[in-house]
């Protein structure tokens, strides 16, 4: 069974990003960029996989602009077998990407295809969703626990709640949560490695797919600074400003 991984480029989660003089987005200029959090463990998991024997092979794809080859040679160092690159300059959100991640998938025909739950730049979490959709296949978003066995994978997700525990039949999608594993550190034989793994580009214009943005930004703005606190003598004193301040009691 193939498994595909979707791996997004974006900003490093310790980089504190900045909005622009004129507010219509954020200053990604000269910023360090890696692989999305969850796309690293969607990466894992699926290394996972193969080396326990439940999966034959694991292709990373990325879509963006020349720089997520680096993004998908990190992939390929964690231990993913070949890459693909569907290349575009383009702004891309995630009907887009869904698009393009299911053309991929109707060539390939992966028998399970995994993503984080949210991309860390847009934080949108829509985009396994919308290619469960566009492919007809089950989705279980949100995995803490995966298993595959036979034509079946038993999904264990987060939900308000508590637990809930999916049997989703083959092909399906998964989108990772924080708790499903803890990803490796890439070694330097296995960057080495890496670099002679194979990488295909694939021009995003090649597949026949309406990338057009659905979205439109209208402002990007700074959050509010917070206000400085006080220091409250005791318990009384507190709940009175709860009542009478903050008004929430
Ligand atoms: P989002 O819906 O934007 O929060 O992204 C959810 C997941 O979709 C990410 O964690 C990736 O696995 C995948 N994804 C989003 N954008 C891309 C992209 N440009 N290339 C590859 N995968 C992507």
Redesign the pocket.
Known sequence: MKVLV???RVVDYNVKVRVRGDGTDVDISNVKMSM?P??EI?VEEAVRLKESGGASEVIA????PAQ?QETLRTALAIGADRAIHIVTDEE?Q?LA?AKL?NAIVQEERPGLVI?????ID???????QMLAALGGMPQATFASKLEVGGDKAIVSREVDGGGETLSLKLPAVV?TDLRLNEPRYVTLPNIMKAKKKPLATIEASELGVDMRPRLRTLKVAEPAMRGAGVKVPDVRTLVEKLKTEAKVL
């Open positions: 979707a791996v997004k999305n969850f796309d969607g794809v990325s879509c963006g997520c891309l995630p990407v991640l993503l984080g739950k949210q991309a847009d934080d949108a979490n829509q985009t396994g989108t």
